[in-house]
């Protein structure tokens, strides 16, 4: 059975910390890892990984995936009450049910809270 | 919101009654997805289709049906809904191809439903 663990389930900081949420995994037929950002309503994409020690970064968030370690990590620099958010993680998996479909496991999520 | 609309938003329905919740999508895309989400276990996958008229369970598949007639409708319905079935429901599209499978997951707005 696919699964994915985040650390920590929550954090609190101050404006203008920097933030670094973790998620591990263990999966069959590995693809990708996926990070999304949900605040009230639907989780957004933020990043994919697929390959390991290639950063991916959009502003002041980045991610980094370690396929040798099973881990990735999302650094968020400078953290604005707008980043005050749930984060999950997610890794894609191949399943071979004939269709060659893919699937995502959902690990529980970090709750960041940032505070003026 | 990348073409999804799931509807009702909001139900409030007694224990024993059938209830189907509907997603539409505009963007043409060849998977998609229900999820539950529920404090402490994050996301689940219920069902997913790859394509009209074909679907298959997720891990938490039991009281539940699905059915994908058109490309742009999946429809969830709960046979005779139970106190457990409460929960925000999630329906997600890819445009996952079967040979790259590199595509993120994008998702509705949910549907929030009370099981009373």
């Known amino acids: 059975e696919d699964k994915v663990v985040q650390s920590p389930l929550s954090l609190v900081v101050h404006e203008g910390d920097t933030v670094t949420l973790n998620c591990s995994y263990e999966?069959?037929?590995?693809?990708?890892l996926l990070w999304y950002k949900q605040e009230k309503k639907a989780p957004t994409f933020l990043f994919m990984l697929?390959?390991?020690?290639i950063e991916k970064k959009s502003g002041r968030l980045s991610s980094i995936l370690d396929k040798k370690e099973l881990f990735s990590i999302l650094n968020i620099t400078a953290t604005q009450t707008g980043d005050s958010a749930v984060y999950l993680c997610a890794v894609e998996s191949l399943r071979y049910s004939g269709a060659g479909s893919y699937q995502l496991t959902f690990g529980k999520g970090t709750k960041l809270s940032v505070i003026p | 919101d990348a073409g999804i609309t799931q509807s009702p938003r909001h139900k409030v329905t007694e224990t024993g009654t059938p209830v189907t919740l509907r997603c539409h999508q505009t963007?043409?895309?060849?998977?998609m997805y229900w999820y539950r989400q529920d404090p402490g276990h994050g996301l689940r996958l219920i069902h997913y289709?790859?394509?009209?008229?074909?679907?298959d369970k997720g891990e938490v598949s039991d009281g539940y049906s699905v059915s994908r007639s058109k490309t742009e409708d999946f429809l969830l319905t709960l046979e005779s809904a139970t106190s457990s079935q409460t929960s925000v429901y999630f329906c997600a599209i890819s445009d996952k191809d079967r040979g790259t499978g590199n595509s993120p997951l994008h998702f509705g707005n949910g549907t929030r439903l009370t099981v009373t």
């Open positions: 999966v069959t037929n590995f693809r990708s």
């Open positions: 697929t390959s390991s020690g």
């Open positions: 963007e043409n895309h060849r998977y």
């Open positions: 289709s790859y394509g009209v008229k074909d679907t």
